[in-house]
C-alpha cells in the first residue's frame, strides 16, 4: 500500500520543478546516476506520506467495522418482514387476569349504549340526590359488627333462592349444605345475625339463575342499565326476576314491606361498595364505560370462582369426614 501511494504522488512532484525550471529557462534533465536534490527531497516526502497513511489506515478500518457491531447492539434488531394481511404475533403472559379481560371484551356487547347512558344519568342524579347521601349516613351512623350481622341476615333471607338454584343445577351436595345452613342459622343464628355454620367449617355459596343459565350454555346478551337497579345483562337480569319470585319475602309480604327490605338490602350493599364507586367515578375518564367493563369482568369472575370452587372441592364422604373430625 505504501509503495503504491508513492508512486502515485512521486509523479506530481517530479513535474513541478520541470515547469519552474522551464519557466526560468534552465534545462530540465534527469541526472545520471539518480535524483537530483529536489527530486530526492519530493520523494522522500512522498514515502513519509505514504508511510504515515499505510500506518493510519488498518486503525481506520478497524473503527469501521467496530460502528456497526457498536450500532448492532444499541438497537434492537429489526423484525423478519411479515406476510402481507397479517399481524406481528404479541407474546401474551397467559394469565387469569388476562384469560378474564379478553373474555369479557368478547362478551361485552353493548348495542344500546345510548339509551344506557341516558338512564346512567338518571341513576347517578338519584344517587347524588337520595342514595348517596343515605348510603354514608347509614356507614356513620351504624358501627361495623352491626353492618356485618345485617349483611348476614339477608344472605340467610337469600337462601330459599339459593337452594331453588343449586336444585336446577343438579348439585345436590350445595342443595344439603345451603338446607342446613339456612336451618342452623335460622335458629342458632338469631335470623341469620350470627353464621355459627361458618364457624364450623361449612361457609355458604353464590348461586342465582343468571349461573343456572350460564351452565346451561347461555350466553350474557346484551348489556343494560336500569333504572334504579344499575348495570345488567339480558342473561342476569332475567335471572334477577326469577331470584326475586324464588324469595319467599315475595310471597310472605305485602308490597310496601318487600319495597322497605328491598331498599334496606340494596342500600347496605351500595354502602358496602360505596369506596369502591367512588373511586371508579373519580379515576375514570368516561365513566360509563368503566362501570360497564367492571361490571362484566366482576361477573365473569363470580361466575368462574363459582366453576373453580365446583372442581376443587374433594369427594362428599370425604368432606363429611374432616368436618367430623374423623381419620381420613
Not at 2 to 21: H, Q, Y
Request: with cysteine; net charge neutral.
Amino acid at each position: 500500500m505504501v509503495e503504491a501511494t508513492a508512486s502515485v504522488l512521486a509523479p506530481g512532484f517530479v513535474a513541478r520543478p520541470c515547469v519552474r525550471f522551464a519557466r526560468s529557462g534552465a534545462s530540465c534533465r534527469p541526472h545520471d546516476g539518480g535524483p537530483g536534490p529536489r527530486t530526492g527531497r519530493t520523494r522522500r516526502l512522498a514515502l513519509g506520506v505514504g508511510l504515515g497513511l499505510g500506518l493510519l489506515a488498518p486503525a481506520s478500518a478497524a473503527r469501521a467495522q467496530a460502528a456497526p457491531a457498536a450500532s448492532e447492539a444499541r438497537e434492537p434488531a429489526p423484525l423478519p418482514p411479515r406476510p402481507m394481511g397479517e399481524a406481528y404475533a404479541v407474546p401474551r403472559a397467559g394469565s387469569e387476569d388476562e384469560a378474564l379481560i379478553e373474555s369479557v371484551g368478547d362478551a361485552g356487547w353493548d348495542p344500546f349504549e345510548p339509551v344506557n347512558r341516558v338512564f346512567l344519568l338518571l341513576n347517578r342524579g338519584i344517587d347524588f340526590v337520595l342514595l348517596d347521601p343515605l348510603s354514608r349516613a347509614y356507614g356513620w351512623a351504624v358501627p361495623d359488627p352491626a353492618k356485618l350481622a345485617i349483611r348476614r341476615m339477608f344472605l340467610n333471607l337469600n337462601s330459599p333462592s339459593i337452594l331453588a338454584n343449586d336444585l336446577l343445577q343438579l348439585d345436590l351436595r350445595d342443595a344439603g349444605v345451603t338446607t342446613l345452613r339456612f336451618a342452623i342459622n335460622s335458629t342458632l343464628g338469631f335470623g341469620g345475625l350470627l353464621d355459627p355454620m361458618a364457624e364450623s367449617g361449612w361457609p355458604g355459596h353464590r348461586s342465582d339463575f343468571g349461573q343456572t343459565l350460564h351452565l346451561v350454555g347461555l350466553e350474557p346478551g346484551p348489556y343494560f342499565v336500569i333504572p334504579l337497579l344499575g348495570p345488567t345483562t339480558a342473561r342476569d337480569g332475567v335471572g334477577t326476576l326469577v331470584d326475586g319470585f324464588l324469595r319467599p319475602q315475595a310471597w310472605l309480604l305485602g308490597p310496601a314491606e318487600r319495597l322497605l327490605l328491598s331498599t334496606t338490602d340494596g342500600l347496605t350493599l351500595r354502602e358496602e361498595n360505596l369506596r369502591g364507586i367512588e373511586a371508579l367515578r373519580e379515576s375514570s375518564v368516561d365513566y360509563y364505560t368503566a362501570l360497564r367493563d367492571a361490571y362484566l369482568m366482576n361477573r365473569e369472575g363470580e361466575l368462574r370462582r363459582e366453576d373453580a370452587r365446583r372442581a376443587a372441592r374433594p369427594p362428599l364422604c370425604e368432606s363429611v369426614r374432616r368436618q367430623l373430625g374423623a381419620a381420613p
